[in-house]
């Protein structure tokens, strides 16, 4: 019998990246009180459409998978998450190619610089006020 010794617990951390000058032009066009409820409308639909991703890769519902992932990009281009636009692109090709390890890994990683890149719209609100 093989025992373990040694447990290695790998830590997968995301680079976010937020193009802050595409959110500084939102509130320089639509002026703060405007560029403030479009962001934070924009934060909470991403926060409940990431979890609607995860919901329907676990009930295995690619089709509107791949729609809630594409409705992603837009709003996340909309306030400058670069990466996190551009891996649910990645998440809405890897269901078209209906590669099972893709999609999920995939997924996962967009939920991951989800996390991240909401926290990071936050933050740099925060910075700004």
């Given at each position: 019998?093989?025992?373990?010794?040694?447990?290695?617990?790998?830590?997968?951390?995301?680079?976010?990246?937020?193009?802050?000058?595409?959110?500084?032009?939102?509130?320089?066009?639509?002026?703060?009180?405007?560029?403030?409820?479009?962001?934070?409308?924009?934060?909470?639909?991403?926060?409940?459409?990431?979890?609607?991703?995860?919901?329907?890769?676990r009930?295995?519902?690619l089709?509107?998978?791949?729609?809630?992932?594409?409705?992603?990009?837009?709003?996340?281009?909309?306030?400058?998450?670069?990466?996190?636009?551009?891996?649910?692109?990645?998440?809405?090709?890897?269901?078209?190619?209906?590669?099972?390890?893709a999609?999920?890994?995939t997924?996962?990683?967009?939920?991951?610089?989800?996390?991240?890149?909401?926290?990071?719209?936050w933050?740099?609100?925060?910075?700004?006020?």
């Amino acid at each position: 019998m093989n025992v373990v010794e040694q447990l290695i617990a790998l830590k997968q951390a995301e680079t976010v990246r937020l193009d802050s000058e595409k959110l500084a032009n939102l509130y320089r066009q639509l002026g703060e009180a405007e560029a403030e409820n479009v962001v934070c409308r924009a934060v909470e639909e991403l926060a409940v459409r990431l979890t609607h991703c995860e919901r329907l890769w676990r009930q295995a519902k690619l089709r509107d998978l791949r729609k809630s992932a594409r409705s992603l990009i837009a709003i996340s281009d909309q306030i400058g998450l670069v990466a996190m636009a551009r891996v649910a692109g990645d998440v809405t090709e890897c269901v078209d190619n209906e590669d099972s390890a893709a999609i999920a890994a995939t997924l996962f990683r967009l939920i991951r610089i989800g996390e991240g890149s909401l926290t990071a719209v936050w933050d740099q609100r925060d910075l700004s006020l």
